[in-house]
């Protein structure tokens, strides 16, 4: 297995006058499931169309396994990438495709067939060598373009939304796949997509994009944790988001005095150290960090607001409420709701949290 | 034709953009050479004064002569009779073929290709003998009845014979138009109130007016532009014989023949732009795919249908009747039929003469695999490079569209005579390389179209896969472009093919010697004399077979969307 480790170093990429990636240094492990996470026009496409090398960046440069790999065309870098349309090519029949990259390298021709059909039998696509891509259907597609770049071994697999044409089941199930057969072959993966929660499940570590820029790079539980400012918290899960004024300092407390006139206790992380010249200061609190309460009476976390339910949303395994407050919306999610009292539209209640679960994030 | 705006991001490194950039370069110089050069030479001649200066003494004395005038009109007023008795046979066709579903649908299918594929001069003679004053029906009708109808006497004969064989060009179109219209646009109007007549004129006729406008434009240019048949017929006051018979009879000086030449360019040429006006809404009618669904018809309506298409099948299959049956003719004159039959005409034309046959197919399929070649590396630099200058390529390559055959090869006739081609030690128009030069030129602008159609429907992920998994950007060409492109390289290459087996505009002018005439030629010259009329025909048999075949190909090719070939 062929090294495939990854290292961008200040890349840059303009279209006219607008910069559709800058400043992007990332350095990618060998044997990484690596995600770049972001809205669309972000950039992240752009990135990993760089790495396979259909771009070639303004500034900066691509280096695989330690060697620049700017002026090495597409042809040359071994590097396979599937595409989110799949481009399978329709004159050629699932053997064909599949064998076009061994073609390429001069693999002796008695190679070609057995290594096609281990590949082949490896995503569950045994029997199908004869068929056309068209007769296939969007799922099957999809694994006759993961075989096609899984045959030659690449040194990096490079995945470009592969799983954004599939429909919701199916999804989950490639999902679970893919990391399986990641994990078998050790192959490092760089991962394109604008699922947040698709991020989480698959990702070794995830850069964060947004307007052309790596905004927060991390371990999953790291982005969702402890998310870097405005744009990660709301990108990655959702968050209620309260900007406002720090009152005191108490106990390793924090009070804040939001906009909307909440009254909110924040626990810091350690270490934490709040710029000097300011006072004003963004929190974000997680939906399902909030519980409902019927009564104001006995809150039993340190945080309370009292609203009214403007809407909610039976799940099953979750009840999301939006509760309105001051004007605004706080979203609420009841994990487990069996047992607890649903909230109709209209009802009194009250939204309480712990400080622990209040973050702090810059603007 | 526009070029996409939608091109994907395409690769890297300066190096490569510098060697789309050389193929960009050079091939503009080529069809500079072979397109601009001659046709700002025929202008230059017609605005020189003889020495440095520009004058318009030229076109005011074009102006003065009473031929001349009258030639200009006739030729637009034969232009636009033919574009309206076209339409007027067209559009009931077109829409019976799309909308309609009844028992015998292939006929009207049928109607659409069978004009195709006998040359306009061919016909000519064929319905000369059948329509003409001394034809088949004028003779019935002076036995029985003691009168005639002048059919094919002066401009009714020239529009009578191009009306029967461009009128596909405008059935065609219309048709593609019409099955592009998503059946809701009209559902909608009917939901809305408007029905039959009324439905047509404000729904269905806007919609389907930029195929038909199209059809319109391309039967316009090659009316105007057709030689083959005023020649035929005899009749000289149109601008295409003016300009034929000042080059041949006075001489390649005669500016008359220049003025001529720029005036039916300029006519060309502002009909391709009013067109464009209209071509380009083409957009809307295609927003969806949805395929207009075909109504089954039976009892009278049916029977009024086909009673229709039978009417103009059988005049538009006088020609071909004709045609045959004077091929095998011994002596056909002044009779109902031939009162004698012969196989002596083929054996000349296979035996005597194959020359003809042997010189077409060496020049039409030389200048096809040019046409493919160029056609396709344009349609690659238009569609995936992101080379600057790509915008003047296209226009020069679709310009032979509007320029006729006859000022082509005057162009030809101007800059290449008297001049040594290097490398050949020859005057360029002194060897047949001229007229494949002139066919090559000619029909670019059909392959450049059907391989940028089909070049369109390859994504480029398509060959970035190709480029990711190993293959270099000329094996990613071959292995995988190529393929997926080759059905319209094939068909534009064929159109190419069989349009220039029967193309006599330019033939006529830059054939250096009779041997190296190819078809078109050779039954112009046997029908000069009424001894090689049937000689004649039977190269136009073998004319029609070949174009049959190539029509009979495209549709295999092409399937159901033939009209788009056709297409401006």
């Known amino acids: 297995m062929p090294a495939g480790q990854v290292r961008l170093e200040n890349i840059g990429k303009r279209y006219g006058d607008i910069w559709a990636v800058r400043h992007v240094d990332l350095e990618i492990a060998q044997g990484e499931f690596y995600t770049l996470l972001g809205p669309s026009g972000c950039g992240k496409t752009t990135l990993l169309r760089t790495i396979a090398g259909f771009i070639s960046p303004d500034e900066g440069a691509v280096f695989l396994d330690g060697h620049s790999v700017n002026h090495m065309p597409p042809w040359k870098r071994n590097l396979g990438m599937v595409f989110q349309n799949y481009a399978l090519w329709p004159h050629m029949t699932v053997f064909d495709n599949v064998a076009f990259g061994l073609k390429e390298r001069k693999v002796p021709r008695r190679d070609v067939e057995p290594r096609v059909m281990e590949v082949l039998e490896q995503v569950g696509l045994k029997g199908t060598e004869r068929r056309r891509p068209s007769q296939l259907s969007g799922g099957q597609q999809q694994r006759v373009a993961l075989a096609r770049t899984l045959v030659i071994q690449p040194r990096v697999l490079l995945l470009d939304e592969p799983l954004s044409n599939l429909d919701a089941k199916l999804r989950q199930e490639m999902r679970i796949e893919l990391v399986k057969l990641q994990r078998d072959i050790g192959l490092t993966t760089i991962y394109v997509t604008h699922d947040q929660e698709e991020a989480l499940t698959l990702s070794t570590r995830i850069a964060v994009m947004n307007l052309g820029k790596v905004i927060q790079e991390g371990k999953p539980r790291d982005i969702y944790e402890s998310p870097r400012d405005r744009f990660v918290a709301a990108f990655v899960g959702k968050s209620n988001l309260f900007s406002g004024t720090i009152i005191r300092s108490l106990d390793g407390l924090l009070e804040i005095h939001t906009d909307e006139g909440f009254q909110i206790k924040a626990s810091p992380p350690p270490g934490y150290k709040h710029p000097a010249d300011s006072r004003k200061v963004l929190l974000y609190v997680r939906p399902e960090a909030i519980d409902l309460v019927e009564s104001a009476d006995q809150p039993p976390k340190v945080n309370r607001i009292t609203g009214r339910v403007a809407a909610s949303a039976y799940q099953g395994s979750l009840v999301e409420y939006e509760i309105e407050s001051a004007g605004r919306i706080i979203r609420v999610n009841e994990t487990n709701p069996k047992g607890k009292p649903l909230f109709q539209r209209g009802d009194e209640t009250t939204v309480t949290f712990a400080a622990e679960d209040v973050g702090i994030v810059s603007e | 034709m526009a070029k996409s705006e939608a091109t994907p991001v395409f690769a890297s490194g300066i190096r490569l953009d510098w060697r789309q950039a050389g193929i960009l370069l050079t091939l503009l110089g080529l069809l500079t050479f072979f397109i601009l050069v001659p046709i700002a030479r025929v202008l230059w001649v017609s605005l020189s004064d003889g020495e440095a200066g520009l004058t318009l003494v030229h076109f005011a004395n074009f102006f003065r002569r009473p031929l001349f005038r009258e030639s200009l009109w006739n030729s637009i007023v034969a232009g636009f009779l033919v574009v309206f008795f076209g339409s007027l046979i067209a559009i009931p066709l077109a829409y019976l073929s799309v909308r309609y579903d009844f028992k015998g649908k292939i006929l009207v299918n049928t109607l659409a290709t069978l004009p195709l594929v006998i040359p306009p001069f061919v016909g000519a003679v064929a319905l000369q003998l059948i329509l003409g004053r001394s034809g088949t029906v004028n003779l019935l009708l002076m036995r029985w009845f003691d009168m005639s109808i ?42 809305m109130g408007c029905h039959g007549l009324r439905l047509f004129r404000r729904v269905t006729l806007p919609l389907m007016l930029p195929g038909f406008i199209a059809g319109c434009l391309l039967t316009f240019i090659r009316a105007v532009d057709d030689l083959g048949t005023p020649l035929m017929l005899n009749y000289k006051n149109l601008l295409a014989p003016q300009a034929y018979l000042r080059i041949t009879t006075i001489g390649i000086d005669d500016v008359d023949g220049y003025v001529i030449c720029v005036i039916l360019v300029v006519i060309s040429l502002g009909s391709l732009l009013v067109a464009r006006k209209y071509l380009s809404l083409s957009e809307y009618a295609t927003l969806h795919q949805g395929a207009a669904v075909a109504r089954p018809v039976a009892g009278m309506k049916r029977l009024a249908i086909l009673l229709f298409c039978g009417v103009v099948l059988s005049v538009s299959l006088l020609p071909h009747i004709g045609i045959v049956i004077l091929s095998f003719t011994k002596v056909w004159s002044f009779s109902l039929l031939p009162t004698a039959y012969t196989l002596d005409n083929f054996t000349e034309i296979l035996f005597r003469a194959p020359h003809f046959v042997k010189n077409t197919l060496l020049y039409t399929v030389l200048a096809a695999a040019l046409d493919v070649f160029l056609g396709a590396i344009i349609a690659f630099l238009l569609i995936r490079s992101r080379v600057w200058g790509t915008n003047a390529l296209d226009a020069v390559a679709t310009l032979p569209i509007a320029i006729p055959g006859v000022v082509l090869a005057v162009g030809y006739l101007r800059v290449f005579h008297g001049w040594d081609f290097p490398g050949l030690g020859a005057p360029l128009t002194s060897t047949w390389i001229i007229l494949v030069v002139a066919y090559t030129v000619r029909r670019l602008p059909y392959t450049v179209r ?119």
């Open chain 2, 450 to 568: 059907a391989s940028y159609a089909a070049l369109q429907q390859v994504h480029i992920s398509l060959e970035e896969s190709a480029q990711n998994l190993g293959a270099n950007r000329l094996r990613t060409f071959v292995r995988v472009t190529l393929p997926l492109i080759s059905g319209g390289l094939v068909a534009g290459g064929l159109i190419a093919f069989m349009t220039n087996c029967v193309e006599l505009s330019s033939t006529i002018m830059l054939v250096p010697r009779i041997e190296s005439g190819p078809i078109s030629y050779g039954i112009y010259i046997y029908m000069q004399s009424p001894l090689g009329r049937a000689a004649g025909a039977a190269l136009g048999v073998v004319a029609i077979v070949m174009v049959s075949l190539g029509t009979y190909l495209t549709y295999r090719v092409f399937g159901g969307r033939t009209g788009s070939a056709f297409r401006v």
């Open chain 2, 150 to 191: 002048p059919f094919m006497e002066g401009l009714t004969g020239v529009v009578l014979v191009q009306t029967l064989h461009f009128f596909p060009f405008i059935m065609l179109n219309t048709a593609v138009s019409l099955s592009n219209i998503d059946p809701s646009l009209e559902e909608m109007a009917q939901n």
